[in-house]
């Protein structure tokens, strides 16, 4: 068995691959370790890059983009380690950066899953979008980083490097357990992509497992690798499957208040679009609503998991009031002035 699986899934990345993976192979050596290519299909000639220039790479060729929840699954299905860690395309690792991560989870074996710090590629003393210090989750669902509220990324100035429990690891790089992994049951591809690795933290975190963010190992994400930022399928597919997190998770006595709760913010947010005449991303709020009611309506999406793990667990690490209301009100624009 390799004790540690670095898995790089690709879907039509050559340029990204061509800049970043020589880092990746080059900055992840030592005894147990491999790093695994998953192409999900592309079309662009990075599968006969990838063979062609690192032969000593494994690359599974999967035949069809299966989005980023279903390519992994398949490709980690097909890798045997002890842990498996999930790389974008688009991430510059640096040296070191993976001692800290398998060093957390020999540590302790409560500890499931964690993430580096991960940093702008762009604009590299700023966290980035997507994970910066660690994820949390608000009452109503809203997701956020340490570092990063809604649109406002926070410069890195050290006000971060505690390592702590947090409640989600980023996707652009996660270390997770393969057991654990198994045993959860993975990324649900019914996400297709975007916050399935903030439901398999949650079950994580249900099935009684910690999550940790560890400051000592840093990498640099470029962002929108697969899909933009700007994209109006981005918006659908957040607004979508933030509803489909919720439904999943949340227990019985909570679930209809903060869906209702949710269908009025998401209003004020495809209002907010109308208003600033962004028509296309009011149209993926509208759209990502009307899908969620036909798959919850039609048993596609379905709550709780086959383990029936209960769904809520004291040792979460949430916000328990509205990071909306902080934010937009209360003008509290940065992790640190939130007050968990």
Known sequence: MSQTAVVILNWNGLKWLQQFLGNAVAESTGEGITVCVADNGSTDGSAEWVAATFPAVRLIRLEKNHGFAGGYNLALSMIDARYVVLLN????????????IVECLDSDPGIAACQP????????????????????????GFTFCRGRI???????????????????????????????????????SSFFAHMEEIDLCWRIHAAGFRIRYIPSSVVFHAGGGAIPYESVFKTYLNFRNNLFLLYKNLPDNKLQKIITARKLLDGVAAARFLLMGRFGSLKAVVDAHIDFRKKTSGILITRGHPSELPRTSPLMPCLNKSVVFEF????????????L
């Open 150 to 188: 809604f649109g406002k990324v926070e410069k890195d100035l050290g006000q971060y490097d505690d390592a702590i429990d947090i409640f989600w690891a980023s996707g652009a790089c996660m270390a997770v357990r393969k057991d654990v992994w198994e045993s959860c049951g993975g990324l649900d």
């Open 328 to 339: 937009f009100i209360k003008g509290r624009k940065t992790f640190s002035r939130l007050l």
């Open 89 to 100: 395309s688009d991430v510059e690792v640096t040296r070191g950066w993976l001692a800290p």
């Open 117 to 140: 710090k991960i940093k702008s590629f762009y604009k590299k003393d700023h966290f980035e979008y997507a994970g910066a210090a660690g994820g949390y989750i608000d009452k109503f």
